[in-house]
């Protein structure tokens, strides 16, 4: 925690934080109320936890977002710890929790304005409550709380979707299995009774998805009015079958980089392929690869690096839950069926993401408590084995192999913590040793370029940005980030002065540019005639204001 608190106190500098969870709620705030943003996809998602975010930022704070997001972080730990002490008791669960605040994924989400661990609490939440209304003999108001817990994570984030379908088909499941052993009666009762049994557990099933979307609602009826998809901008295809469907599909940016949107687009980004099929094309990945991706996300996961889903777990979460399954017959009933359930809830949710969408470690997060309480299942049962195999070793030699062993799990955590300090360098910023500015140019180069837009440009500027990756966030002006935009505008104009009316038809009064990669582009997307006339714009309209880091301010005359 202390850890934490030490690396979280700089200034917002990751990407999705510049271009979504901060940067939408400033908007919000300039505005004075919740309003639409076309131009911004990202502005439709579900906010439950970025709306938290508007309180510190109305206030001039923006490190405070942080620790809110740490705050879901402690929160699940705490959920870890109440379900374990009960079934290990205190120390077991003590390790449980800080196993779990610990893992290297935690660590970096919770020093980053995201709102993965909204989605990772609430969906624990109602994992937890969904197992105690099966230990308490099915009573509604454990259903409906794990209901809300489930809409709750629904409005955090659409990762919630999953969660959502996975309990939602578990409910009758579990139900069914739970009563099976009451139809061992006469035959002739069985029938009837399997049909009860039946017709409840799926008004169970339907009663916990309609709770669950009622507390969705409020985003799907913003969604509707201003898009006619409740789930914007999700599968719109099916909600508005008259808008004409692109020829030229674009992929999930993200399996391209952690920074795709800043890149030119090339030509394996216009395939309509599966994600699966794009590793194998830009990564080079075998069939047998690909197919292990489940199992190597938990041994090779690196940071900022798509190729390897971009965020690290722990071995030891695929490692250790096998051994929670040791020795089960002396497990409960219940305590099977909790066990199975967290394995299975892991296992759906993981190839449910998989099949769907590009694997970033991030994108199922909420695996990671079941595994966490399934891992310190294994780690008690080896314990518990080591301690009854060898009973002629003295007991404190047996305690301390245990201590050992947990100490050995804990390093492989704490060497991340390690690295952490290295790349954010947090001691730096806090001695005063370097500047707020300073510390954020050193992360975002194009910061330099918006310090000065944000100190002479007017307060009505209008900027067309191409290749910032749409960060936004430290840009007081107006920014849109059109480069498919740009590019429809040179496509249809045949001309250097009909370019220059067209962007002023759109009201832009600046450009900002990233040149190393809008001269590729360029390069790569027009023939010789459309070169020069772009050239003859730049020479003609293009007045140079700034430029500093490979990022240049022009007026657009």
Known sequence: MISVIILSWVPPVSRDALTHHLAIPKLYLAHGSMHEIPSMAVSYYPMNVDLLYVIPLYFGNDIVPKFIHFVFALLTAWLIYAYLVN????????????????????VKLSITVYVDLGLVFFSTAALISLLKWIENQFQVRFLILSAICCGLALGTKYNGLIVFFVLTLFIPFLFMRKLKTTLNT????????????????????VLFALT??????????????????????????????????SLEPQIDPQILGADADSQPPSDANRSAWSSIAMRSIIYGESWWEIALIPVRIFFQGQDNSPKHFDGKLSPFLLLLPFFAFFQETRDSAMLRVEKKFFIFFAILLVMFTFCTTSIRIRYI?????????????GFQNIASAFRNRWQHIPYRFSKAFILLLGIALLSYNGLYIVQQFNYVQPLNYLSGQVSRDAYIEKYRPEFAVYQYANRWLPDRSKILALFLGNRRYYSD??????????????????????????LKERGYTHVIIRFDLFNWWMG??????????????????????????????????
Not at 92 to 97: E, K, R
Not at 186 to 205: D, P, V
Not at 365 to 377: K, R
Not at 528 to 540: Q, T
């Open 524 to 557: 790569r997307q027009f023939g010789e005639r459309k070169n020069e006339m772009l050239h003859a714009f730049f020479s003609a309209y293009f007045e140079p204001l700034f430029s500093q880091n490979g990022y240049g301010l022009f007026t657009l005359r």
């Open 186 to 205: 006469k035959n002739s009762a069985n029938n009837s009774a399997l049909i009860n049994i039946q017709l409840k557990a799926l008004g169970f099933g």
């Open 87 to 106: 079934r290990l008791g205190a120390v077991w669960a003590i390790f449980g929790s800080i196993f779990f605040l610990s893992l290297p994924i935690i």
């Open 477 to 502: 002006r107006e920014m849109i980030f059109g480069v498919k935009e740009f590019q429809e505008s040179i496509n249809r104009s045949d001309s250097a002065e009909i370019l220059r009316m067209d």
């Open 212 to 245: 669950a979307l009622l507390v969705f609602s409020p985003w799907m009826i913003r969604n509707y009015v201003w898009k006619a998809n409740p789930i914007y901008p999700l599968h719109d295809h099916l909600f508005n079958c008259s808008k004409p469907v």
């Open 365 to 377: 997060t909420p695996i990671i408590p079941p595994l966490v309480i399934l891992s310190t299942y």
